[in-house]
């Protein structure tokens, strides 16, 4: 068995699953954020009264951090209050941050573990050796009100990464490649293994950016197996007992691909698909109205790094605005803490509340009708960041913070 | 749910993702008649002016891709789509509609089959599509797992249940 077919089976009580067949598991860690009333009210039209563990539920105020309509806030104000009633202690308030950020920064993703968010990106945490996968208001609910959910074993993949990445180049340009040449459907239903030699070179951070883009590519979990640099990361922040799975040598994997890395330039995901990938190349030039560097895929203090490095001593350009969200509150102290914050600020850049901002077009960010951006996020379709006539190119963090330099599109690998 | 169901088509490309489907700006909306307002509104912002109630939305590669959110789907089903015929879907929205009674049909050739306006009709049990009276594809079966929950008028009835011989336990 695969080490996620054998997480599976432990939270199922089993002693083994087969791909394709319809188990029930054990939910460790259920996460609700606040675009998802409708959590609460599949909950109690169930039948639901009380929480089955309140324990291993965690509430996200990260959506709409903080409320900007009135909505919003009447929607903030019921999350906050079902927590109360329900004696759920992780209430996640919008000085947080953005939910899968907020989990790896206080200990509560680990290896072994089934972690379901109604958040799309919860494949993040195969980052860390956890089954991380998002589902709808429903699911959760059911979460809510049992304690369980069934999965349908899924067939794995394993995608290798080999040899290191050039200077300027980062685990978001591997993950934007393999998206384009593999396809937005390519793993749909499909659990993903990410493997190969490149790896070793990649931190915690990058690991779990490659891991977040894999539901573009319609991925129901990733994976990466538990290293010395996750021991080194798990041994700072976790104090859960934990179970490390590993993946028998006579496993089978659904399909294989893999991807020299060591020559790789600059990628970007250009409007309005994650899978219509080029090289930077392709649209050196180009005007940038807005640069924006945040989300659970690249507003992490490395990332802010980066941009720090790029526009130290010097103005974002001036027809170009850069827009700054650090993914979480223990990413934005350690921003400060480090100086990329005073470095950006000066630099003409603005930064706003950790959470999820524009990323998904509600607020703090938003583009025009005409205007392009280029993002460190993870999806550029139509409307996805305010108008559905704007443009939104998907790059590195580096790509993104050259092309504020500059109010266009350029090699970033030119200003490292 | 009836064994066989009908309705006109309306026909989407590939990767029609949830911000097309019901656009980021209105998740703040919880309520089910606003949430109907906005049906399919990134893709074609009169969709809810046309759409009659059992009618059929045809795609082709990953509907459904993108957000969890089931807006998308309470949408759809708010403006009366009886059933979803697409070469495929991505995982939380086919979950999403499932647990709401939506059935998706899973056809690899649709989007080649047929075009917006046909009359079509689907039988649950056989997988049969047809226009008008002829059969034009057979679809992948559903699942009996997926049969049970659609049979139900969704998971909400079932867990419900579940709860309640718990609660009398």
């Known amino acids: 068995m695969h080490a996620i077919e054998k997480l599976l089976a432990k939270k199922a009580g089993k002693a083994s699953v087969k791909t394709g067949e319809i188990i029930n598991c054990e939910i460790d860690m259920a996460g609700i954020n606040d675009l998802y009333l409708q959590t609460l009210r599949s909950f109690f039209e169930m039948g639901g009264t009380k929480v089955h563990d309140p324990s291993r539920v965690i509430m996200f105020l990260d959506h709409y951090a903080p409320a900007s309509t009135i909505t919003q806030a009447a929607n903030q104000k019921q999350f906050r209050e079902f927590c109360w009633d329900q004696g759920i202690d992780l209430l996640m308030d919008i000085d947080q941050g953005v939910c899968h950020q907020v989990l790896a920064d206080k200990g509560l993703a680990y290896p072994g573990e089934i972690v379901v968010i109604t958040d799309s990106h919860t494949t993040t945490h195969g980052a860390f050796g956890a089954f991380g996968t998002g589902v709808g208001a429903t699911d959760l609910a059911i979460i809510l009100a049992t304690g369980k959910l069934w999965f349908r074993v899924p067939e794995i993949i394993k995608i290798n990464f080999e040899e290191k990445l050039p200077k300027g180049v980062y685990a978001k340009d591997a993950i934007l490649h393999a998206i384009g040449t593999l396809g937005a459907d390519y793993a749909v239903y499909k659990a993903v293994e990410f493997g190969g030699s490149m790896l070793q070179y990649l931190s915690i951070s990058e690991r779990m950016a490659l891991c977040n883009m894999s539901t573009e590519m319609g991925a129901k979990a990733s994976y990466i197996q538990p290293d010395a640099i996750t021991m080194a990361f798990l041994e700072e922040k976790v104090t859960r007992p934990y179970e490390i799975y590993h993946t028998d040598a006579d496993f089978h994997y659904a399909d294989e691909v893999s991807f020299d890395v060591s020559a790789l330039k600059p990628q970007l995901a250009a409007p309005s698909s994650v899978d219509n990938v080029y090289d930077v190349s392709q649209f050196i030039g180009r005007h940038i109205d807005q640069a924006y560097l945040g989300s659970c895929t690249g507003g992490r203090a490395e990332d802010i790094c980066i941009a720090a490095h790029i526009l130290q001593g010097k103005k974002v350009a001036s027809r170009t605005r850069f827009v700054i969200v650090p993914a979480s509150k223990g990413v934005l102290l350690e921003a400060m803490e480090k100086g990329y914050v005073k470095t950006l600020i000066e630099a003409g850049a603005t930064f706003v509340t950790p959470g999820c901002a524009a990323c998904l077009g509600t607020h703090e960010g938003m583009i025009a009708s005409g205007e392009t951006c280029i993002t460190t996020t993870n999806r550029n379709f139509p409307g996805r960041m305010g108008d559905t006539k704007a443009q939104i190119f998907l790059g590195s963090p580096a790509a993104v913070a050259a092309a504020a330099l500059m109010g266009e599109i350029v090699d970033p690998t030119l200003y490292m | ?169």
């Open chain 2, 1 to 169: 749910m009836e064994k066989i169901l009908s309705g006109n088509a309306f026909v989407f490309g590939k990767n029609v993702d949830t911000d097309q489907i019901y656009p980021g700006r209105f998740v703040e909306f919880t309520d089910v008649e606003d949430v109907a307002k906005y049906a399919m509104f990134g893709a074609d912002p009169t969709f809810t002016c046309k759409v009659k109630k059992g009618d059929f939305i045809v795609a082709g590669t990953n509907f459904g891709c993108g957000s969890s959110r089931e807006h998308a789907v309470i949408t759809l089903k708010a403006v009366g789509v009886g059933a979803i015929i697409a070469e495929s879907f991505a995982r939380i929205f086919y979950r999403n509609a499932i647990n709401l009674g939506i059935p998706l049909i899973v056809c690899p050739t649709i989007s080649k089959l047929v075009q917006t306006g046909d009359c079509l009709s689907f039988d649950l049990y056989s997988g049969e599509i047809r226009r008008e009276k002829s059969l034009i594809a057979t679809a992948e079966p559903l699942s009996d797992y997926v049969l049970n929950i659609l049979e139900s008028g969704g998971i909400k009835p079932l867990i419900k249940q579940q709860l309640e011989v718990k609660n009398r336990a």
